[in-house]
């Protein structure tokens, strides 16, 4: 009877409501990295992979594309409104020039939100909903800022002493004259002088910047080279005083002094700066990737290459849930899937590509031993958001080599083999021979209606999001 048809249309429309409540999905997946690592185009490359999907982006390993299940992306407004906006659309407009540029890195917190229309892949569940909507937030943030994590573990004293080791390397210490000579004039126990606790901050700030343009990638604290909206904020005032830089006879901590003002300081940056980051933000991601440009490591030479495995020992920190761990103590955190992906893989050949990925599990593995990451699990590979090389052949000495071609960043035509990657943590002996290096290529021209040319962007997206487009 009518009414009856009636009825079952009702049921089903309240199902397929609810079916849609249901299947409707959300991810956060989180990208970070150290700063140059190549964030900025990796989401840029991201959001156009899925915008594009359908329009001639080359996506054969992901399985919803493959599969033509994919209906459609859109851009939606973010929900954090107070956090910066990814700027997708100047990216785009940098890339899209006659002389295509870089987009301009993001240096804070910045977030976009897409949505991702797409048709289930069982039968069953499209009876319930034709389409469903995976809300994707992607949340960009300097990895730098995980290279503070241990400092929770550290007291004003324990904390200056490691800068103090760290001030006396050799590759160091002429980067830190000035900052050392500063420090050596200071009384730290006289009442505190706040435009001198500056000055020393601003001279510890150009120690750090200078260390960072050196390749030197342990930096401490993080915000003091990305500050993003604390510049200028006392809370980043405050600098190391190692025991023995503190003048003779500075024992104890008289109240209002300089040294009494530093320790707070320090004491504050750990509780209204650090911890709220991990508390606010790092608890709500899904899923992370971490991006490494072991390529440029390999360029600049061992002590930078030794940095970034430290480097990496650090990150790795923010994601041990080990019982003793300090993320244990501070958050439970619900990353189920982790990556690390090298960067710029476009800078060597393709039968240098295994090379690079085992490479990088080496350095993570070396790191990864003592850690437990509970429940997640990690992937390793090598990509290239934005692929500004074409590969091709040429005879040398009798033989044929692959070669890269491409144009660096004046525009110039390049042709070059950049050298083997090693496949392990290098040896001594590969420095001293150093075969390796590349220049930076500027991005690829291309026609502005296409989808950017990558390197296993696709598989990426397949690790990270085909099971929640099911
Ligand atoms: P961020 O600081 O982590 O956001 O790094 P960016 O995304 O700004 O990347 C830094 C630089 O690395 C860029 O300006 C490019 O020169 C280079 N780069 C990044 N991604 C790629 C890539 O996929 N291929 C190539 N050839 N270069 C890249």
């Known amino acids: 009877s009518g009414l009856h048809q009636k009825t079952i249309k009702k049921i089903r429309s309240k199902a397929q409501l609810a079916a849609a409540r249901v299947t409707d999905r959300h991810v956060r997946l989180a990208v970070t990295g150290l700063s140059g690592a190549g964030k900025t185009a990796f989401i840029t490359s991201l959001v156009n992979q899925l915008l594009e999907a359908n329009h001639g982006a080359d996506l054969p390993f992901f399985s919803p594309a493959r599969q033509g299940r994919l209906v459609g992306a859109q851009r939606v407004s973010q929900p954090d409104l107070q956090l910066a906006r990814f700027e997708y659309e100047q990216g785009m407009s940098a890339l899209n020039q006659d002389c295509p540029q870089w987009p301009a890195p993001t240096r804070g917190v910045s977030q976009i939100r897409i949505n991702i229309r797409y048709q289930h892949a069982q039968r069953f569940r499209r009876l319930f909903a034709d389409t469903s909507t995976l809300v994707l937030d992607i949340i960009d943030y300097p990895g730098e800022w995980?290279?503070?994590?241990?400092?929770?573990?550290?007291?004003?004293?324990?904390?200056?002493?490691?800068?103090?080791?760290?001030?006396?390397?050799?590759?160091?210490?002429?980067?830190?004259?000035?900052?050392?000579?500063?420090?050596?004039?200071?009384?730290?126990?006289?009442?505190?002088?706040?435009?001198?606790?500056?000055?020393?901050?601003?001279?510890?700030?150009?120690?750090?910047?200078?260390?960072?343009?050196?390749?030197?990638?342990?930096?401490?604290?993080?915000?003091?080279?990305?500050?993003?909206?604390?510049?200028?904020?006392?809370?980043?005032?405050?600098?190391?005083?190692?025991?023995?830089?503190?003048?003779?006879?500075?024992?104890?901590?008289?109240?209002?002094?300089?040294?009494?003002?530093?320790?707070?300081?320090?004491?504050?940056?750990?509780?209204?700066?650090?911890?709220?980051?991990?508390?606010?933000?790092?608890?709500?991601?899904?899923?992370?990737?971490?991006?490494?440009?072991?390529?440029?490591?390999?360029?600049?030479?061992e002590q930078s290459f030794q940095e970034l495995q430290e480097a990496i020992n650090w990150l790795l920190k923010s994601f041990d849930y080990g019982n003793n761990s300090l993320v244990r103590r501070l958050f439970s955190s619900r990353i189920d899937k982790l990556v690390f992906a090298a960067s710029k893989a476009d800078h060597i050949t393709p039968d240098q590509q295994d090379n690079l990925i085992r490479l990088l599990e080496s350095m993570v593995h070396s790191a990864r031993q003592d850690i437990t990451y509970r429940g997640s699990k990690i992937q390793t590979t090598a990509l290239a958001a934005i692929r500004a090389s074409q590969v091709g052949k040429t005879e040398y000495q009798g033989n044929m080599l692959s070669v890269l071609r491409g144009r660096d960043l004046d525009g110039k035509p390049i042709m070059l083999y950049p050298g083997d990657v090693p496949s392990c943590c290098p040896r001594k002996e590969f420095w001293q021979s150093q075969q390796f290096s590349f220049p930076a290529f500027a991005p690829p021209k291309r026609d502005a209606m296409s989808a950017l040319p990558h390197i296993r962007m696709d598989q990426l997206l397949e690790f990270l999001l085909s099971d929640k487009v099911q």
């Not at 503190?246 to 700066?273: C, H, M, T, W």
């Open 146 to 301: 995980l290279l503070d994590l241990p400092l929770l573990g550290m007291g004003f004293d324990s904390w200056s002493a490691f800068c103090e080791q760290q001030l006396q390397q050799p590759e160091r210490q002429h980067l830190a004259t000035d900052f050392v000579a500063q420090l050596k004039q200071t009384d730290w126990l006289a009442a505190a002088d706040e435009m001198q606790l500056k000055g020393l901050a601003d001279a510890y700030r150009s120690y750090l910047h200078q260390c960072k343009r050196a390749g030197l990638e342990l930096i401490q604290p993080g915000r003091f080279v990305l500050p993003g909206e604390l510049e200028g904020a006392p809370i980043l005032q405050f600098v190391p005083v190692p025991e023995t830089l503190r003048k003779q006879g500075d024992k104890g901590v008289p109240e209002g002094s300089n040294l009494a003002v530093v320790i707070e300081r320090f004491r504050q940056y750990k509780e209204k700066v650090i911890k709220p980051f991990y508390h606010n933000y790092f608890k709500q991601f899904d899923r992370q990737i971490i991006l490494v440009d072991c390529l440029s490591a390999l360029n600049r030479g």
